[in-house]
């Protein structure tokens, strides 16, 4: 049987990012990935803070273009609210470049990556696991990162967590368009090809957040929405994503460009810190745990900064406390940690739509200089709306 | 454009093993007697991989974009859902 010191399930960020913090410790490093290659299985927007990723996997990151502007729409009915930022950091990025090149950084720092291997469960004795059986064989570790993602199968058959319900999961469909760089700079007013844009826009009724991010020499666009709501109205996620398009005035962009990916993938709403993390010595990380934004879909960041911790917790076999300990102080993670009651807020009951409503009305109120208006609209929501309404705009960013 | 038009935009690798199954198909009726057609499953899925023909569901598992949705909509937990082995399933490019 193969042994290592450390056996870590999934190549994405969080699985990269704990095996470089293991290897560079000096670790004996194995990570398992059931793609062809990393990031073959994954899907993402994707936008993402260019500064963090590099402060900890070096320089060189693969990326698609600079992001200046963000707009933000807020759809109540056919008629946005737009909201432009101005970010700094932000790039936009494909996942099976970026993946490929966390994944080779972790390679440099010593780690072994072994693709087109699926990690099927572990064994364990007396809550120790003592290995990991895949479908090309079996190895032995002391310790264990489950970085799998959001269907995380090992950890749940395990019996470390449960699985996600259509109540705290979003479902996400993708499309990616090939637009050539020329065209797409003149789509969207980029005066070069390393300029981006990003679009983001919420909708109501049903509850659906968009993204619109222009790559490179394409442009990619997707959904995501609660899988409740959808069962309960019978909605396909994919028709929703066609209409979407079309409300949004992308279809019309699009047309006549071909479709170069098609993709989907859920993304969990709950999750840390009301879940397990660890047990034994084996730990949780990333999207396993739930740590990603529903409403703007950022989970690449806490994917690295739970993964980094994940490999530290298995460089030391920390205990379980101190692992979900050294998780809940990171900013990264606390961040999301602490927007957990807003986010139920938001995807139950119809939160979401007063929220919007209630922006669209101030906004145009006071764009039209019906400042009456506004006041009314802020007193009679001023206890309940109010406070959440400024973190809502803000996360939007 | 189709679901199977958008589909073939996808680099696939055919395991010759379904990962995907149902548990019980006396379950798929009870469910279909509650939500009546399209299935919660039936209807999550992006990629056409569950039909109901002669009262059962049928699984074309080698359209699965391998999302995970079906899993958690099936209100019976009524699917057995795997990942394709030996990096079969699909290989994205863009996403
Ligand atoms: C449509 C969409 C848009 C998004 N947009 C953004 C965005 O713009 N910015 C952002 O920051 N985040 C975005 N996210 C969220 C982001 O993709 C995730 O939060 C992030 O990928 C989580 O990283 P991870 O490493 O935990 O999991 P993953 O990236 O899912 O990686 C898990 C890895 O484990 C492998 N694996 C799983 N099970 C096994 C097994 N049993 N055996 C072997 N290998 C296994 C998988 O193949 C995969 O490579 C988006 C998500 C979606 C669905």
């Known amino acids: 049987m193969l042994d290592y010191d450390i056996v870590i399930v999934g190549a994405g960020p969080a699985g990269s990012a704990a095996a470089l913090k293991a290897a560079s410790e000096g670790k004996r490093v194995l990570v398992i990935e059931r793609g062809p290659e990393p990031g073959s299985k994954n899907v993402s927007g994707a936008m993402i803070r260019k500064d963090y990723v590099t402060s900890i996997f070096g320089e060189d990151m693969p990326f698609e273009r600079n992001v200046e502007t963000i707009k933000v729409s807020l759809y109540n009915g056919n008629k946005p609210v737009n909201i432009e930022f101005h970010p700094d950091g932000l790039v936009t990025t494909g996942r099976l470049k970026f993946d490929k090149w966390l994944s080779s950084v972790s390679e440099k720092a010593g780690a072994m990556v072994i693709p087109k291997t699926t990690a099927l469960k572990l064994n364990w004795e007396n809550g120790i696991a003592k290995s990991l059986i895949t479908d090309r064989g079996e190895v032995s570790a002391k310790s264990f990162v489950l970085a799998e993602g959001v269907n995380s199968l090992v950890s749940m058959e395990s019996g470390i967590k449960g699985d996600w319900t259509p109540e705290n999961s979003v479902q996400a469909v993708k499309m990616v368009y090939s637009i050539k760089k020329g065209d797409l700079n003149t789509l969207f007013n980029l005066p070069d090809d390393n300029t981006g844009m990003s679009w983001r826009m919420i909708t109501s009724d049903p509850l659906v957040a968009g993204f619109m991010y222009t790559y490179k020499d394409s442009l990619a666009v997707g959904i995501g929405s609660p899988i409740k709501e959808l069962v309960d109205r019978k909605i396909r996620p994919e028709k929703l994503l066609d209409d979407f398009l079309e409300m949004t005035g992308i279809a019309e962009k699009v047309k006549g460009y071909s479709l170069r990916e098609y993709s989907a993938k859920i993304i969990p709403e709950g999750g840390f810190p009301d879940i397990n993390v660890a047990r034994g010595n084996v730990y ?79 906004l145009e109120g006071w764009a039209s200089g019906d400042l009456m208006g506004i006041r009314n609209t802020m007193v009679s929501n001023y206890r309940n709306l109010i406070p959440d309404l400024m973190t809502f705009v803000m996360r939007m960013r | 454009m189709r679901t199977e038009e958008k589909l073939y935009t996808l680099r696939y690798k055919k395991d010759d093993k379904s990962h995907l199954a149902i548990k019980d198909e006396n379950t798929c009726l009870e469910c279909t007697a509650k939500y009546g057609e399209p299935q919660p499953c039936v209807s999550i899925c992006p990629a056409n991989v569950f039909s109901w023909q002669n009262n059962r569901i049928v699984i074309g598992y080698e359209n699965c974009v391998e999302c995970g949705a079906s899993r958690i909509a099936c209100p019976y937990e009524n699917i057995e859902w795997n990942y394709p082995r030996f990096g079969k399933g699909i290989a994205l490019r863009y996403a």
Do not use: Q
């Open chain 1, 284 to 362: 949780l990380c990333g999207d396993a745990i739930g740590l990603v934004d529903p409403l703007t879909f950022d989970g690449i960041t806490p994917a690295i900064a739970s993964g980094t911790i994940a490999g530290e917790a298995a460089v030391h076999n920390y205990d379980k406390e101190i692992y979900r300990y050294n998780l809940m102080k990171d900013p990264e993670i606390s961040k999301i940690a602490k927007e957990r009651k807003l986010e139920t807020d938001f995807m139950t009951g119809n939160k979401a739509g007063e929220y919007i409503n209630m922006v669209s009305s101030m």
